[in-house]
């Protein structure tokens, strides 16, 4: 049996569903407004014009920096938590409760810079005369071309995501229940089946949810495919800022700032399905 809301809760939340009235919903009800104005003389007038979804949604250029940007995030995503997850594993499962504090001390430490700060310092990794490729040198190996490419991007966005996503998983792996482990050892379930039919399992909300964060951040990721990929073939994000720079064209910016959050918004709903979907149901 479910309880009614009461007046005092009602009043506690106010705040949370103003803020999101105000932040979120209404500047996205004006972001839909403005995709159907026109631009005349580098000026925005209000309008029903559909002609600027039309000429974005039917060039291919869009279509093709779309599905990179899609392509790009969920790599970025699945690499980041298939790497994240044996540290998280080993600091739920391996260490005490003092070690476990200060790695996650630790985890939050990348926060506390700006993450243009820690792109530009991958430059100096990644560069052809960087230290990556002074390494591989001394192996009569390389060099090897590691910027204005796909391989920077994605080791950008697993640098901005990496601490949150093992974060995540390490508080979801806290959670599960010991006990289950015991009665797989005890029906001799190998270590190895262990971590995946029933850790695994146990964990699959938290681990979906640090999975779909890993996206969205990776999806709408600025600074990664203009400082490590060269800007070229462009992102969605990078396409936002070309069309505001070209003529002032903020309605079409708009429309794919639109079609970015219609993406999330369904990926975001997906994901949660899936890991609050129990087996069989």
Same mark, same amino acid.
């Given at each position: 049996?479910?309880?009614?809301?009461?007046?005092?809760?009602?009043?506690?939340?106010?705040?949370?569903?103003?803020?999101?009235?105000?932040?979120?919903?209404?500047?996205?009800?004006?972001?839909?407004?403005?995709?159907?104005?026109?631009?005349?003389?580098?000026?925005?007038?209000?309008?029903?014009?559909?002609?600027?979804?039309?000429?974005?949604?039917?060039? !291919?250029?869009?279509?093709?920096?779309?599905?990179?940007?899609?392509?790009?995030?969920?790599?970025?995503?699945?690499?980041?938590?298939?790497?994240?997850?044996?540290?998280?594993?080993?600091?739920?499962?391996?260490?005490?409760?003092?070690?476990?504090?200060?790695?996650?001390?630790?985890?939050?430490?990348?926060?506390?810079?700006?993450?243009?700060?820690?792109?530009?310092?991958?430059?100096?990794?990644?560069?052809?005369? !960087?230290?990556? &490729?002074?390494?591989?040198?001394?192996?009569?190996?390389?060099?090897?071309?590691?910027?204005? &490419?796909?391989?920077?991007?994605?080791?950008?966005?697993?640098?901005?995501?990496?601490?949150?996503? *093992?974060?995540?998983?390490?508080?979801?792996?806290?959670?599960? &229940?010991?006990?289950?482990?015991?009665?797989?050892?005890?029906?001799?379930?190998?270590?190895?089946?262990?971590?995946?039919?029933?850790?695994?399992?146990?964990?699959?909300?938290?681990?979906?949810?640090?999975?779909?964060?890993?996206? *969205? #951040?990776?999806?709408?990721?600025?600074?990664?495919?203009?400082?490590?990929?060269?800007? &070229?073939?462009?992102?969605?994000?990078?396409?936002?800022?070309?069309?505001?720079?070209?003529?002032?064209?903020?309605?079409?910016?708009?429309?794919?700032?639109?079609?970015?959050?219609?993406? #999330?918004?369904?990926?975001?709903?997906?994901?949660?399905?899936?890991?609050?979907?129990?087996?069989?149901?």
């Amino acid at each position: 049996m479910t309880k009614r809301p009461t007046l005092f809760s009602l009043i506690l939340s106010m705040p949370l569903l103003i803020w999101q009235l105000a932040f979120f919903l209404i500047p996205l009800l004006f972001l839909v407004a403005i995709s159907f104005w026109t631009v005349r003389n580098f000026q925005m007038q209000p309008d029903l014009n559909f002609g600027n979804w039309e000429r974005v949604l039917t060039r !291919g250029v869009f279509w093709d920096a779309y599905f990179r940007t899609l392509t790009l995030a969920a790599a970025a995503a699945a690499l980041t938590s298939i790497i994240a997850f044996p540290a998280s594993f080993t600091i739920s499962f391996k260490m005490s409760e003092k070690a476990k504090r200060w790695m996650i001390f630790i985890l939050i430490i990348p926060f506390f810079t700006s993450y243009l700060v820690r792109v530009y310092s991958l430059q100096v990794f990644l560069s052809d005369a !960087g230290i990556v &490729n002074a390494a591989f040198g001394y192996l009569g190996l390389g060099p090897f071309a590691l910027l204005n &490419n796909a391989f920077g991007v994605i080791v950008g966005m697993i640098t901005l995501t990496l601490p949150l996503v *093992i974060l995540l998983q390490t508080f979801s792996l806290n959670f599960v &229940n010991r006990d289950l482990i015991e009665a797989a050892h005890n029906l001799r379930c190998g270590r190895l089946r262990t971590v995946f039919a029933v850790i695994m399992p146990s964990a699959k909300v938290g681990l979906v949810i640090a999975a779909l964060f890993a996206f *969205i #951040l990776s999806f709408g990721d600025f600074v990664s495919p203009l400082y490590l990929g060269g800007g &070229n073939p462009p992102t969605l994000s990078i396409m936002i800022t070309d069309f505001t720079k070209s003529g002032q064209q903020w309605p079409r910016a708009a429309v794919v700032a639109i079609m970015m959050i219609v993406t #999330l918004l369904t990926a975001a709903f997906a994901a949660i399905t899936y890991a609050y979907n129990e087996r069989g149901k």
